[in-house]
């Protein structure tokens, strides 16, 4: 496919530093998103060494639920609860329901395995994840809803947005909308949450303790399962979030989204380096901002090649990742 | 002994394909004929078997399942008005799955009491599977794919179905293309257009379609793509210039229309938004003051209203000529049996001497089927006149109003 440079230095001319702050701030939320879903990988790998296939599709049962909440209580048009104590709600149930459901999804189909071939933990994470998205193809029909945050508090028939998309504050007449906002600063606070529960509990202490070393973990009285399913919790909460804040700021959830944010998400937990929770926040938001300024430099069609050339690139310069520790061998 | 043995097992393997093939081409010439399954005949009992590739699965499935609920209310309408029932079977392509497709495709060629298909959705389906349902003397009539070249051969190319196996009880691109281009300069009076297509083979024909016209009469137009599975329409609409007039949309996700259209106007953008047939779905895409080309289709006749109320209220119209193309077979079907044994070959015929009225199609307009070229786009198997599409304006309330 012919790739006109002189096209992209154009566009990127056209578009200016207004142009370049819309994409930045479009990377950033988007690459937030990212973030919190690859940290839910980043953890488990770390613990498990497992690579949980089906957490995207956890990512999409909490925008589920999140939806679930929102029509409960009338819908984005006409909500019976004011829009702050909703939003609140929504949270709740889905971090809630997905978090629990990480959690028998650990016990059912991968303890088990716990000491069988890697592949097959691998396998039974596919099967879980095909389980998922075909259960919710069934229930939905297919089915794509929207959450209708344009219209939560505002009027769609005049095009005046609910309070979530109007500016709380602008860059040379760009806006950057409260939903925005909100996203940014709900995965910034439990992206510090999480590292304060890795760094300083005790909970925190014993995941570190088995995903160093999981048999001397449990010999020195860690319970290793309760860890390892605290884990699970912990990712699919996170997974949850990002679920229902990309229903609030996106709008759209159906049975297959889990798929390729679940996908990039991986991405970013490789390239930040697998099991490093740093990694995976800078990680999400280098493939966020990268996927951004592809859009709006080249175009729509270039954005998955660019991430996955990200990818490529990081793997061939630092195998390990860009946090990853690189493994010592002994010799 | 375990090499003699080894040896002896193979030995008689060897012996017993020698033995099948020599049987094979020794097989008497009339067995050959008995097994063509153009004209293999069926007996007429009391169900018979239409076959129908959709994407029940995959990314596409919103698309797919609307088009089988469709099929399914024709179903159940036939069947409460007919003594000879019909019966779907329901194939799943998983669109743009191609090796999926010619699955479904030998699946139903094979099946001996399958008389005819609706489908398949895509075009590029289409193109891969049709020479598949030709060997087996099936016709196909699809809903939904549009690319004018299955009907109507390119300047040095031939068309990409055989004339008489392929129909279409939709319009093709150019016919849709023609309305889209002709009322955003004649009747709009825009001249800044900016057309993003969705990758897919009937999104990428439509702007085809629409962008030559609009340049050949003038006007500006820039072309962009997004992928069908993007949500995050943000940093596409940064490219979007400010004095962009109209932004044109053949997508088939009206939910992505939608969520398009919200983030285009947080983004302060004010384009009006104009949307394909696929974009026709009164209770998810209801930008205001937005366009959308369809079918001429009343909402408010009995049979829709019927649907409305089976199906949740949903007021859905992208899957509605898969309705129309169950009718098409099953009526051929039906003229078949006159005599109580049915052929491929004889609904074959039947379907291509089409002639359904106004008021059963549903489509707006009657339905007979062209057997030849006509005007400069339309081929064997497109709709005759007056098949065509009309413009609907959403008003206020997400009301869709006839404009054209």
């Known amino acids: 496919m012919h790739l006109p440079l002189l096209d992209i230095i154009d566009t990127i001319r056209t578009l200016g530093w207004g142009g370049a702050f819309e994409l930045a701030r479009n990377g950033i939320v988007l690459g937030s998103l990212y973030a919190l879903i690859a940290l839910g990988y980043t953890l488990v790998y770390g613990i498990l060494k497992l690579l949980n296939f089906a957490h995207g599709d956890i990512y999409m049962i909490g925008a589920f639920i999140g939806f679930g909440v929102l029509s409960a209580f009338g819908g984005a048009g006409n909500p019976s609860i004011a829009i702050l104590p909703l939003v609140i709600l929504m949270f709740l149930a889905a971090m809630l329901g997905s978090g629990l459901l990480g959690v028998v999804i650990e016990r059912f189909a991968y303890r088990p395995l716990r000491n069988a071939p890697r592949i097959a933990p691998l396998i039974s994470a596919l099967g879980v994840s095909f389980f998922l998205q075909n259960s919710v193809l069934?229930?939905?029909?297919?089915?794509?809803?929207?959450?209708?945050?344009?219209?939560?508090?505002?009027?769609?028939?005049?095009?005046?947005?609910?309070?979530?998309?109007?500016?709380?504050?602008?860059?040379?007449?760009?806006?950057v909308t409260w939903v925005q906002v909100l996203v940014v600063g709900t995965s910034l606070g439990l992206m510090v949450a999480l590292t304060l529960v890795v760094s300083r509990t005790r909970l925190g202490k014993a995941m570190r303790a088995t995903a160093f070393d999981r048999e001397a973990a449990s010999m020195m009285g860690i319970d290793t399962d309760r860890v390892i399913a605290s884990t699970f919790f912990i990712g699919s909460v996170l997974a949850a979030a990002a679920g229902v804040m990309f229903g609030l700021y996106i709008g759209e959830t159906y049975h297959f989204m889990g798929f390729l944010a679940g996908l990039k998400a991986f991405t970013a937990a490789v390239v930040g380096g697998i099991g490093s929770i740093p990694g995976a926040m800078v990680g999400g938001l280098l493939i966020g901002l990268t996927e951004a300024y592809a859009t709006g430099y080249i175009g729509g069609q270039w954005s998955d090649v660019a991430v996955f050339g990200i990818l490529i690139l990081v793997m061939l310069v630092r195998p390990n990742g860009l946090f990853g520790a690189r493994a010592i061998q002994k010799v | 002994?375990?090499?003699?043995?080894?040896?002896?097992?193979?030995?008689?393997?060897?012996?017993?394909?020698?033995?099948?093939?020599?049987?094979?081409?020794?097989?008497?010439?009339?067995?050959?004929?008995?097994?063509?399954?153009?004209?293999?005949?069926?007996?007429?009992?009391?169900?018979?078997?239409?076959?129908m590739a959709f994407p029940a699965t995959g990314d596409a499935a919103s698309l797919g399942q609307q088009q089988l609920r469709w099929a399914l209310f024709f179903q159940s309408r036939w069947n409460k008005t007919h003594k000879a029932k019909i019966r779907i079977v329901q194939g799943d392509t998983q669109l743009p799955n191609t090796a999926q497709a010619l699955s479904v495709a030998h699946q139903f060629a094979s099946a001996t009491t399958m008389l005819g298909v609706i489908g398949p959705a895509g075009s590029q389906e289409v193109q891969d599977t049709v020479n598949v349902y030709k060997n087996a003397g099936l016709a196909v009539v699809t809903g939904s794919a549009t690319r004018v070249a299955l009907t109507r051969a390119k300047t040095g190319k031939p068309r990409e179905t055989p004339a008489n196996y392929f129909f279409r009880t939709v319009p093709n691109d150019d016919q849709q293309g023609q309305r889209v281009s002709n009322y955003i300069r004649k009747t709009l009076k825009k001249s800044r257009v900016y057309i993003i297509d969705d990758d897919e083979a009937y999104s990428q024909g439509l702007a085809d379609q629409v962008q030559k016209l609009l340049r050949a009469s003038n006007a500006s137009v820039t072309r962009d793509h997004v992928s069908q599975s993007v949500s995050d329409f943000s940093s596409l609409i940064t490219r979007i210039p400010s004095n962009t007039q109209v932004v044109y949309i053949?997508?088939?996700?009206?939910?992505?229309?939608?969520?398009?259209?919200?983030?285009?106007?947080?983004a302060g953008k004010s384009a009006i938004v104009f949307g394909s047939d696929g974009l026709f779905a009164p209770g998810t895409f209801t930008a205001p003051n937005s366009y959308v080309s369809a079918f001429p289709v009343d909402f408010n006749s009995a049979a829709l209203k019927a649907y409305k109320k089976a199906?949740?209220?949903?007021?859905?119209?992208?899957?509605?000529?898969?309705?129309?193309?169950?009718?098409?077979?099953?009526?051929?079907?039906?003229?078949?049996?006159?005599?109580?044994?049915?052929?491929?070959?004889?609904?074959?015929?039947?379907?291509?001497?089409?002639?359904?009225?106004?008021?059963?199609?549903?489509?707006?307009?009657a339905v007979r089927?062209?057997?030849?070229?006509?005007?400069?786009?339309?081929?064997?198997?497109?709709?005759?006149?007056?098949?065509?599409?009309?413009?609907?304006?959403?008003?206020?309330?997400?009301?869709?109003?006839?404009?054209?």
């Open chain 1, 138 to 175: 069934l229930l939905t029909g297919g089915q794509r809803y929207n959450y209708g945050t344009f219209e939560l508090g505002g009027d769609l028939s005049t095009a005046t947005p609910g309070p979530l998309f109007r500016p709380a504050f602008t860059v040379d007449q760009r806006p």
């Open chain 2, 1 to 51: 002994m375990r090499k003699l043995l080894f040896g002896a097992g193979l030995v008689a393997v060897v012996a017993t394909a020698a033995t099948a093939a020599i049987a094979a081409t020794h097989a008497p010439a009339t067995h050959a004929a008995k097994a063509n399954p153009a004209t293999r005949l069926v007996k007429c009992g009391n169900t018979h078997l239409i076959g």
């Open chain 2, 250 to 266: 053949p997508w088939q996700l009206a939910g992505k229309a939608q969520l398009f259209f919200t983030q285009l106007r947080t």
């Open chain 2, 311 to 365: 199906h949740a209220n949903k007021e859905e119209a992208f899957g509605l000529p898969s309705y129309t193309a169950g009718l098409v077979v099953a009526t051929a079907i039906e003229k078949a049996c006159k005599d109580g044994n049915v052929s491929r070959a004889e609904v074959r015929k039947n379907i291509i001497q089409t002639k359904l009225p106004k008021a059963a199609t549903l489509l707006g307009f």
């Open chain 2, 369 to 404: 089927f062209l057997h030849k070229n006509s005007g400069a786009s339309q081929g064997n198997g497109d709709m005759a006149a007056p098949a065509n599409f009309a413009v609907f304006r959403i008003a206020k309330g997400g009301k869709y109003v006839r404009v054209s």
